[in-house]
């Protein structure tokens, strides 16, 4: 008989990817849901034959280094590889996967309503009625801005920004991109997007902003302090992507003086931990932050599981897994 696999999972997992994992390798579960230490980290390392991290987890070149000689996959549980070297990875004959265009709906959905949730100021009124602050209808009172006819700057047109132009378009947005190259013309016409292919110009034009292209060496702070002084005063701006893409310090400051309206963030950049002055912002009504939400779906997490286990039993059974990721694609 075939000797299973050694699965090392780093993060509690949905029941049912979980129970799946057991019934076809030899799964160790994190049942505490803890995130790993150091050390933790490094005794899966050693140990595993797969091991499944997540987004949370960095598996760096000096790590990779201490692993075992049995770790021949690297499962990540998860559509960005950021958190993973993968070329020091790679150059250890480890093959590494991810989970890429399950999350592209959730992602979107979110997306829009962070945009909805700034321009509309629905946070703050969610909150009104249930601290018995209204005293009842006012012509002048909680206004915000309409979005219908507004530009949204989609920087980044992958899956995730194509299903945002769509949900945007939909509500009357007038759809723009810069990336690093055109979509195909199909899309452009379907979409009915313009392309920038300076981000300067492009951000210096936009009443909405969003932020939905991959963290990679080349992206951080691809809004930087000097790109977002080009942003208009009453513009604001949505990440749902990577925290480390925005220079967040600059962003924050540039909010506090009021020359960007607001912002809607479900990443940041040391999350878990919160720049204190966002969260002042935030009680003032002038962003709203999420706990990295996005892609959080019953229907999504489920999916990233099969996926996970798909490029396992194809890596196990001597073939190519379906999500192999490359050096040359980051």
């Known amino acids: 008989m075939k000797k299973r696999p050694v699965v090392v999972v780093t993060r509690r997992l949905p029941d049912l990817i979980e129970t799946r994992m057991r019934e076809l390798f030899d799964t160790r579960l994190n049942l505490?849901?803890?995130?790993?230490?150091?050390?933790?980290l490094m005794e899966a390392v050693r140990t595993a034959d797969v091991l499944v991290p997540t987004v949370t987890d960095e598996i760096d070149a000096a790590m990779?280094?201490?692993?075992?000689?049995?770790?021949?996959?690297?499962?990540?549980?998860?559509?960005?590889?950021d958190n993973i070297d993968v070329p020091a990875a790679v150059a250890q004959g480890i093959t590494v996967t991810n989970t890429p265009g399950v999350l592209t709906e959730d992602t979107a959905d979110m997306t829009m309503a962070l945009i909805l949730a700034v321009a509309r100021r629905i946070p703050e009124?969610?909150?009104?009625?249930?601290?018995?602050?209204?005293?009842g209808w006012s012509p002048t009172w909680m206004l915000g801005r309409r979005?219908?006819?507004?530009?949204?700057?989609?920087?980044g047109m992958g899956r995730i920004g194509q299903a945002l132009a769509r949900r945007a378009k939909a509500f009357g947005l007038s759809i723009h991109y810069h990336n690093r190259r055109h979509v195909p013309p199909k899309i452009e016409a379907e979409l009915e997007a313009t392309y920038w292919e300076s981000l300067d110009q492009m951000l210096a034009r936009m009443d909405i902003v969003s932020v939905n292209c991959p963290h990679t060496p080349a992206t951080y702070h691809l809004l930087s302090a000097r790109r977002l002084k080009l942003m208009k005063p009453d513009a604001i701006v949505v990440n749902t992507a990577r925290g480390?893409?925005?220079?967040?310090?600059a962003l924050?400051?540039?909010i506090e003086a009021g020359a960007i309206a607001g912002a809607g963030l479900d990443v940041f950049e040391e999350e878990p931990a919160v720049n204190p002055r966002l969260v002042r912002l935030a009680k003032q009504g002038k962003v709203?932050?999420?706990?990295?939400?996005?892609?959080?779906?019953?229907?999504?997490?489920?999916?990233?599981?099969?996926?996970?286990?798909v490029n396992i039993r194809a890596f196990t059974d001597g073939h190519k897994p379906p999500d192999r990721v490359l050096p040359s694609m980051l």
Not at 125 to 135: N, R, S, Y
Not at 244 to 249: A, F, G, K, N, S
């Open 32 to 40: 505490e849901d803890k995130p790993l230490s150091t050390e933790e």
């Open 64 to 81: 990779l280094a201490e692993a075992g000689p049995n770790l021949k996959l690297i499962a990540n549980f998860g559509n960005g590889v």
């Open 125 to 135: 009124g969610a909150h009104i009625i249930p601290d018995g602050e209204w005293a």
């Open 147 to 155: 979005i219908t006819g507004k530009r949204l700057g989609i920087v």
């Open 244 to 249: 480390e893409i925005i220079d967040e310090p």
């Open 252 to 254: 924050t400051k540039l």
């Open 288 to 309: 709203v932050l999420l706990p990295h939400m996005g892609s959080a779906t019953h229907e999504g997490r489920i999916a990233m599981g099969e996926k996970v286990i």
